[in-house]
């Protein structure tokens, strides 16, 4: 609204000719065509989207005029610029949007660098005013990576750094040595600068890749790229095979878009901290709780985004395993108090920091291969992590051998100054984290204050080099100057195949957990239902989430929903959001929502939570359906027809007592978030997919975040430093809560769900065969005493996951799984360990050791073989020290709340001595 009256008054003085073309000129700065732009104003911008509504640019190249005309075709009255390269459009600005100063909207617009197009998650807004001659697509940018290499007549070619044939540090060398001094300081910040001596143009090393390519410039001849569900889907598949191809489909999609010049190379994916606590805000972007689980879809996730079968020699696309380490909060205020990742100190035990924390990162490092880390923002123990040289140079470059990059998070070397005051002056600051091994800084801290540092004597010339070798050993390794290969003839063709829609699609599908399946509810049969009523919060959840690290043009520029996939099955279907959003209490739409209930044959209940409830930067406050939303389930179940079906689309897990409880409530399906993949969904709903996915977090109750902080980083259960969260006094006058333990492996009460479960359509038993026999006596430990006396020898506090891989099983397992019932289907096996004194002494009550999804037809067996590791004998004493653990050991396979539900189970017990 506050846009309009200036903008009314200069088209009345224009059309009136009151003014001069001179005098328009100055209180319209920008003119451009049939498109004029003035009082641009700078808003926070967020996945939600202050606009309403998805990137409408589908060029090469932005400007302010450019977004007001397609907004204008749109007939939307208001346009936004973002992110230089971004436009959006709106009918009016969101009530909650927060003002920023106009500096805040300081970024160039691609091709017309001459204006400002708002900035990261900063949007520049203003009034649609358009008339006359269209204005044309602004020129493309140059791409985005040019090879001064390739051109055999021009001045780089003859130079050792062009020379393939030679050592890759002989040529890393060379280059860094053809940099100025200017050149060096501006090549440690995220937008590096050009190379005269290299001929090289400006590089960032910042893209995204969570679900799908989400960096880089759009074009109009690329069909958008494709948009895969979030890992918290995709990790409830427990399907290694999966997590490989996924990755390998947008490593190889982020490789054709670089062919045509419009991304980069170094995409800063996936996130690998655990889903420790269910209101972090970006639980969304991660495969679950559990540390091993998340180091297998990390090594799976990197070898196949990074690794091309077609050059063994060269990295496809650079995956980078973050945020290292402990980054597990995002912003809370409690007792009137607030954290947030900026300036929080996580005090974690080195117990916890070793087996829990860290154990995804040196998976992604050690079997992963990753070629790039990223530093959190956080402290560990009072350090911040971009200054902390135990983590990058000591633990990751010593122990684990990275070979690869480090970047902080986005202005995370600033905080270790301005945030957690770590440093008394900006050039210590760039002393510590160049030190610390952080090779780039995501931000301008370091490339404002390094000159002033090296003057101080604080750093020298060695220090930059040291830090710009290793980032121009990965761009070496990403064959920017290396003649043409296979990696640069992956056509444009790739994005949005055909594959990679399917792919997309069966990555859902496999992700769906069965929760509840009474009385045979689901599969549904499309020709014995006339009409479905859609009905919930989430029924359309598709756009408003699709670009949250993650594509915002999706293949086809489609943004399917779960509606959608349901009428594929039965054409009369209907929907209705019930409750305006997830977190509203306003009922008033909930008659009519009843209504529908009452006229369909059957109901399909969309509910959860969106973004709105928790992201980057903001962690929910809550663990339990809205007040609004159990209205809604209520009161639509009690009139529904038949059974309902409920599908929750959420990634902070739930309390689901009441639905679990309600007779009215026929199945559950939880499908985690889908993104633009939702209508896959409904091939699980309607039997085409039989589900075979499992919870990747443990279900609490609510009363859960009434204990215990989530300031509190403990793994283990005991007091907590922390008030408990539902008290409503000064922190000084309230209780300290209790921590009940995190994750299934320490989480000491009554969870409503347990990790790992799931049901299917079909009936499953398990028959466990052991290597070891029973009357043989105990199996000895000494082969893992002999690993942890070398450990220590070499003065490692991680034993090699590479090393241990090499090693042959103590006990294996053979699990012949046998479909009992009538469904062909596919089964996830999970293996779980239950260690002596499981419970006591901080050893974990049971660790997963192993995992394998398997397809079996009805009536058929197949085999299964799991093993636990060396690790899996050992535990983490107070200390962080591992040591030997003697004694019994139950090793269980599956999950035993499922088997009263038909599907498989069994234990064994082993002594080891």
């Known amino acids: 609204p506050h846009l309009g009256p200036l903008l009314n008054n200069l088209d009345k003085m224009a059309r009136g000719r009151a003014l001069s073309l001179a005098v328009l000129a100055v209180l319209v700065p920008q003119i451009f065509a049939g498109c004029t732009v003035s009082n641009i104003q700078c808003y926070a911008d967020d996945a939600n989207r202050i606009l309403g509504h998805s990137n409408m640019n589908p060029a090469a190249g932005e400007s302010n005029e450019w977004c007001a005309q397609l907004c204008h075709n749109n007939h939307l009255p208001i346009a936004g610029t973002e992110n230089g390269i971004e436009c959006y459009c709106g009918t009016s600005i969101r009530p909650d949007a927060k003002k920023l100063d106009i500096s805040k909207c300081n970024m160039g617009c691609k091709g017309h660098d001459s204006e400002k197009c708002g900035g990261d998650w900063t949007i520049s807004v203003f009034a649609v005013n358009c008339s006359g001659s269209p204005v044309p697509p602004p020129p493309p940018p140059p791409p985005a990576l040019i090879n001064p290499c390739l051109d055999a007549s021009g001045p780089y070619a003859k130079l050792p750094f062009c020379n393939a044939t030679l050592p890759i540090e002989a040529r890393v060398k060379d280059a860094v040595s053809r940099m100025t001094m200017d050149e060096k300081i501006s090549n440690l910040d995220t937008g590096a600068g050009s190379i005269v001596g290299l001929g090289l143009p400006p590089y960032n090393w910042w893209s995204e890749a969570t679900h799908g390519v989400a960096s880089g410039r759009s074009d109009t001849t690329v069909n958008g790229r494709t948009n895969f569900a979030f890992p918290i889907t995709t990790g409830m598949s427990f399907n290694r095979s999966l997590w490989f191809v996924t990755g390998a489909q947008i490593g190889r999609e982020a490789r054709a878009l670089m062919n045509r010049g419009d991304v980069y190379s170094t995409f800063w994916a996936p996130v690998i901290n655990l889903a420790r606590e269910p209101r972090w805000g970006r639980n969304i972007e991660t495969p679950g709780e559990d540390p091993y689980l998340t180091g297998q879809y990390a090594k799976e996730f990197v070898k196949g985004f990074q690794e091309a079968p077609e050059d063994p020699e060269h990295i496809q696309a650079s995956a980078c395993c973050k945020h290292y380490v402990a980054n597990s909060m995002e912003a809370t205020t409690q007792q009137g108090v607030n954290w947030n990742r900026h300036t929080f100190n996580a005090d974690i035990s080195m117990q916890d920091l070793v087996d829990s924390y860290m154990f995804p990162f040196q998976a992604c490092v050690e079997q992963g291969k990753v070629s790039g880390l990223m530093c959190s923002y956080n402290a560990v123990n009072g350090v911040p992590s971009c200054a902390n040289s135990w983590l990058g140079e000591t633990v990751a470059r010593g122990e684990w051998g990275f070979d690869g990059y480090i970047t902080s998070d986005c202005d995370a070397d600033g905080d270790v100054f301005n945030s957690h005051h770590y440093t008394a002056t900006p050039e210590e600051t760039v002393r510590d984290v160049l030190l610390a091994g952080t090779d780039v ?473």
Request: charged share 15%; aromatic share 8%.
């Open 441 to 913: 800084d995501c931000g301008s801290f370091v490339g404002k204050n390094a000159a002033s540092a090296l003057q101080k004597g604080l750093i020298t010339e060695a220090d930059m080099d040291a830090r710009l070798e290793k980032l121009f050993r990965v761009r070496m390794r990403l064959s920017h100057f290396d003649p043409v290969g296979p990696l640069q003839k992956i056509p444009i063709e790739t994005v949005c195949s055909d594959y990679a829609l399917s792919l997309s699609l069966d990555g859902t599908a496999q992700g769906c957990v069965l929760l509840k399946n009474d009385a045979a509810a689901l599969p549904l049969k499309a020709s014995s239902i006339s009409q479905v009523a859609v009905i919930g919060p989430n029924a359309n959840l598709s756009q408003s989430i699709a670009g949250y690290y993650g594509p915002h043009n999706p293949c086809n520029n489609s943004f399917p929903t779960l509606v959608d996939g349901i009428a594929s099955y039965v054409s009369n279907t209907v929907s209705a959001l019930g409750v305006p959003s997830v977190s509203s209490s306003d009922m008033s739409q909930i008659p009519a929502a009843v209504a529908m209930a009452r006229k369909a044959d059957l109901v399909v209940l969309v509910v959860g939570t969106d973004l709105s409830w928790s992201r980057e930067g903001h962690d929910a406050t809550s663990i339990e359906f809205s007040e609004g939303q159990q209205a809604l389930i209520g009161n639509v179940t009690a009139a529904a027809k038949t059974p309902v079906i409920l599908v929750t689309l959420t990634a902070t897990p739930l309390d689901l007592t009441s639905v679990l409880q309600n007779p009215k409530i026929g199945a559950i399906v939880h499908a985690g978030q889908p993104s633009v993949t939702a209508p896959a969904v409904a091939d699980v709903l309607f039997g085409k997919k039989p589900p075979a996915g499992r919870t990747v977090q443990t279900i609490l109750p609510a009363a859960y975040a009434d204990q215990i902080s989530i300031w509190d980083f403990g793994m283990r259960p005991g007091p907590s430093p922390f008030p408990r969260p539902d008290c409503t006094s000064a922190p000084a006058q309230c209780p300290n809560g209790t921590n009940p333990g995190r994750t299934h492996r320490f989480y000491t009460g009554k969870p409503v769900l347990p990790f790992g479960y799931g049901l299917s359509y079909t009936q499953f038993k398990y028959t466990p065969v052991s290597s070891a026999q029973d009357d043989a006596g105990p199996v000895s430990l000494d082969r893992v005493r002999a690993m942890l006396a070398d450990n220590e020898a070499k003065g490692r506090t991680f034993p090699s996951l590479t090393a241990l891989d090499a090693e042959a099983p103590l006990i294996s397992y053979a699990i012949n799984v046998t479909n009992t019932g009538t469904v062909d289907s596919d089964d996830a096996v999970l293996g779980f360990v239950v260690p002596p004194g499981a419970g006591t002494n901080g050893v974990p009550l049971q660790s997963l050791y192993g995992f394998d999804r398997v397809h079996v037809r009805a009536g058929q067996t197949v085999t299964v073989n799991l093993y636990p590791s060396l690790l899996d004998f050992t535990y983490v004493n107070a200390a962080g020290k591992r040591e030997v653990l003697a004694g019994d050991y139950t090793f269980r396979f599956g999950v035993k709340e499922t088997q009263m539900h038909g599907q498989g189970y069994a234990e064994h017990r082993v002594q080891f001595a």
